[in-house]
C-alpha cells in the first residue's frame, strides 16, 4: 500500500506549488503599474534593512580592544553618527510602509475594478449557477486579501528576506562552520514548512469557501427582509445563519490551527538550533579559533537571522493562508468571460426590426433534461404589437429571454431582419432590444440615474421633457426631492406599480426597435396601463413591440395574439378572430369576462 502513496501525492505536492507559484506571479503583475512606486519602496527597504545589518559589524569592530580607546575618546560624536543612522533607518521604514500601504490599496482598487467588469461581463448561465452575494464577497473580502498581500505579507517578505540572506553572508564571513551549521538548519526547516504549505491553502480555500456562503445567505436575507418578516421566518434565518456560522467558525480553526502550527512551531525548532550553533562557537572562543568580539557579533547576526527567518515563516505562512483567496480572484479575472463579454458603446439599433422564429426548441444549460419550447415558430411583423398570452410556466419570458439573447436555442433559428440572431453582434442586439419584466430591477440610486442607466449620453433636460410628456411618472413629483430622489435599495420607496412605471420609461428613453412587456403592467390599474401603452405609442411609433401578458384587455388591440401552452403555438390571429375560436384564447375570454 505505500508503494503507492508517493506516486499519487507527488503531483498532487507539485500540482499545489504550481498553483501557489502562478498565484504569487500573478499577484507580482499587478504591481507592474506601480513599478516606479514599487523600486522607491524598495530602496527604501533596503537602506532601513542595510542599517540593522549594520550594526553587529559596528559593535565587533567597537568591541576590538585596539579600536576601543579611540571611541571613548571620541564618544560624542560617535553617539551622534549612530543617532544619525537611527534617523535614515527610522525614514526609510516610514517611507517603505507608506509606499507599499499605497501600492496596496491602487492595487486592491485595480482588483476590484477588473473583478466587478469580469463577472458583470459573464453570461447569464454563470449568474444562474453562482449565488450573487458570493460574487459580492470575492469583490469584498477575496480581493482585499490582495491589498494585505502587497501591503504588509510582500513587504514584510523583502524586508525579512533580505535580513535572513545578508545576515547569513556576514556570518559566513565570520565563521563559516558556524553558518555552515545554521544554513543546515534553515534546509531542515524549509523541508518542514513543505509539509504544511498543502493544508495551509487547503485550509483557507474552505474557509473562503464557507464565509462566501455565509454571506452569500445574509446578503439574501437582507434583500428579501420583506419576505422574511411576512413568513414569519427570522429565527429560522437565524438557525441557518447559525448552522452555516458554525461551519465557517470550524473551517476558520483548522485554519489558525494549521497556521499556528506552521510558524510558531518553526520559529522554535529554529531558535533551538540556533541555540545549539551559539554553545558551538563558545566551544571555538575557548579554543582560540574565533574572537571573542567576532562571536558577539555573530551573535547578534544569528539574532537578527533568527528573529527575520521568524517573521518570514510568517508571513509566507499567512499568504500561503490567503493563497486561496487570491486563487479564486485570479482564476475569475484570468477566466475567459464568454461572449457576454463582447459590449460596447455606439452600436447602431437595427431599423425596422421583424423577428423569425422557426422551429424553436431551448432548455436552459442549468436543467438541459427540463425541456422548456419545442419547435415553436411565430413572426413579430416591424412596428406592429404582437400579444404574447399562455398559462403560466408555457415558456413566454423564455422567449423573451432568447430575443435579447441571454441565452440560445438548442435548435431551430431566430431571424431579426432574416439574419441568425447568433451573427449580430451583441452589442448590436443591446442597442435594438429593450426588456422589461414584470419585477423590474431598479439600483439604489435617484430617479433620474434609474432612467438613464446604461445610457448616460441623455441630457437631463431631454429626460426631464420626456417624463413630463409621457404623463405617466407623475408620482416623481411627490417625491421629496422629484427626480433626484434616491430609491432605496431596488427602488424600496415606490409601489410595485412605480416600479414598473419607471422601468418602462427607462426602456422607452432607450428608443429600442423591439421593445419587450413581460408582464411589464401588470401592478397598474386598467387607466393607468392604457397611459403608458399610449405614451408608447407616441413615444417610439415605429418600435415593434411584443407583449406578453395575463391579463387579455393588455393584449386585445394587438395585430395578431400568439397563444403557447406547452413551449409550443397552440394558434394565434387576432382577437376577433381567437374570441369566436375554440380554444385556450376563447377559454381565457370567458374567464375574465366572468371575473
Not at 210 to 238: I, M, N, P, W, Y
Not at 320 to 335: K, N, T
Not at 369 to 384: I, M, N, T
Request: charged share 15%.
Amino acid at each position: 500500500m505505500s508503494l503507492h502513496r508517493p506516486a499519487s501525492s507527488q503531483p498532487a505536492r507539485a500540482s499545489s506549488m504550481r498553483g501557489s507559484l502562478a498565484a504569487i506571479k500573478v499577484l507580482v503583475s499587478q504591481l507592474t503599474p506601480y513599478r516606479g512606486r514599487f523600486a522607491l519602496a524598495l530602496t527604501a527597504l533596503m537602506a532601513g534593512g542595510g542599517i540593522n545589518l549594520a550594526f553587529p559589524e559596528i559593535i565587533r569592530r567597537a568591541l576590538d580592544p585596539s579600536v576601543f580607546p579611540w571611541i571613548l575618546e571620541h564618544l560624542g560624536r560617535v553617539m551622534g553618527l549612530l543617532a544619525l543612522l537611527f534617523i535614515v533607518q527610522g525614514i526609510s521604514f516610514y517611507v517603505r510602509s507608506y509606499l507599499f500601504g499605497l501600492i496596496g490599496q491602487q492595487v486592491f482598487s485595480d482588483v476590484r475594478g477588473k473583478l466587478f467588469r469580469s463577472i458583470i461581463s459573464r453570461d447569464v448561465l454563470f449568474f444562474d449557477l453562482n449565488r450573487s452575494g458570493d460574487l459580492a464577497s470575492r469583490i469584498n473580502a477575496d480581493a482585499a486579501l490582495v491589498q494585505d498581500a502587497v501591503s504588509i505579507k510582500l513587504s514584510v517578505i523583502l524586508r525579512y528576506g533580505l535580513q535572513v540572506v545578508v545576515g547569513t553572508i556576514l556570518m559566513a564571513w565570520m565563521s563559516w562552520r558556524m553558518t555552515a551549521a545554521i544554513v543546515a538548519s534553515v534546509i531542515c526547516m524549509v523541508l518542514i514548512s513543505s509539509i504544511f504549505v498543502r493544508s495551509l491553502r487547503a485550509a483557507s480555500r474552505a474557509f473562503q469557501g464557507a464565509l462566501a456562503r455565509l454571506t452569500g445567505f445574509a446578503a439574501e436575507c437582507f434583500a428579501g427582509a420583506k419576505v422574511v418578516h411576512a413568513l414569519g421566518a427570522q429565527d429560522s434565518a437565524g438557525r441557518t445563519f447559525e448552522v452555516m456560522n458554525s461551519d465557517v467558525l470550524k473551517r476558520g480553526r483548522r485554519r489558525v490551527l494549521v497556521g499556528a502550527s506552521f510558524s510558531s512551531g518553526a520559529g522554535l525548532v529554529f531558535n533551538l538550533l540556533l541555540l545549539g550553533v551559539q554553545w558551538y562557537g563558545i566551544h571555538l572562543v575557548i579554543s582560540n579559533d574565533l574572537p571573542l568580539n567576532s562571536l558577539a557579533a555573530f551573535a547578534l547576526y544569528g539574532a537578527i537571522v533568527a528573529v527575520s527567518f521568524s517573521f518570514l515563516v510568517s508571513a509566507y505562512a499567512e499568504l500561503m493562508q490567503s493563497i486561496g483567496g487570491l486563487d479564486r480572484v485570479f482564476e475569475l479575472i484570468a477566466a475567459d468571460p464568454g461572449p457576454s463579454a463582447a459590449r460596447g458603446r455606439g452600436f447602431a439599433p437595427i431599423e425596422d426590426l421583424s423577428v423569425e422564429l422557426h422551429d424553436v426548441s431551448f432548455s436552459y444549460p442549468s436543467r438541459p433534461d427540463v425541456p422548456v419550447l419545442h419547435k415553436l415558430s411565430f413572426a413579430l411583423r416591424a412596428g406592429a404589437i404582437t400579444g404574447l398570452v399562455g398559462p403560466s410556466g408555457s415558456g413566454k419570458s423564455s422567449i423573451a429571454q432568447l430575443l435579447l439573447r441571454l441565452y440560445s436555442v438548442a435548435s431551430g433559428k431566430i431571424l431579426l431582419n432574416g439574419t441568425r440572431i447568433e451573427e449580430i453582434p451583441e452589442g448590436v442586439i443591446r442597442a435594438s432590444v429593450a426588456w422589461v419584466p414584470q419585477e423590474p430591477f431598479l439600483f439604489g440610486f435617484s430617479v433620474y440615474e434609474n432612467l438613464t442607466f446604461g445610457n448616460e449620453q441623455l441630457l437631463r433636460d431631454e429626460v426631464i421633457k420626456a417624463v413630463r410628456e409621457w404623463g405617466f411618472l407623475d408620482f416623481i413629483d411627490t417625491l421629496p426631492d422629484g427626480i433626484d430622489t434616491v430609491l432605496g435599495e431596488q427602488g424600496a420607496q415606490l409601489s410595485g406599480g412605480q416600479r414598473q412605471r419607471l422601468a418602462i420609461a427607462r426602456a422607452i428613453l432607450r428608443r429600442p426597435s423591439l421593445l419587450i412587456l413581460d408582464e411589464a403592467t401588470s401592478g397598474l390599474d386598467s387607466q393607468t396601463e392604457q397611459r403608458v401603452l399610449e405614451a408608447i405609442r407616441i413615444a417610439v411609433p415605429s418600435t415593434t413591440l411584443l407583449v406578453i401578458s395575463h391579463r387579455l384587455s393588455t393584449v386585445r388591440h394587438a395585430s395578431t395574439i400568439v397563444v403557447i401552452s406547452d413551449g409550443a403555438v397552440f394558434e394565434q390571429g387576432s382577437h376577433e378572430q381567437l374570441s369566436v375560436r375554440q380554444g385556450l384564447y376563447q377559454q381565457y375570454v370567458a374567464r375574465q369576462a366572468l371575473g
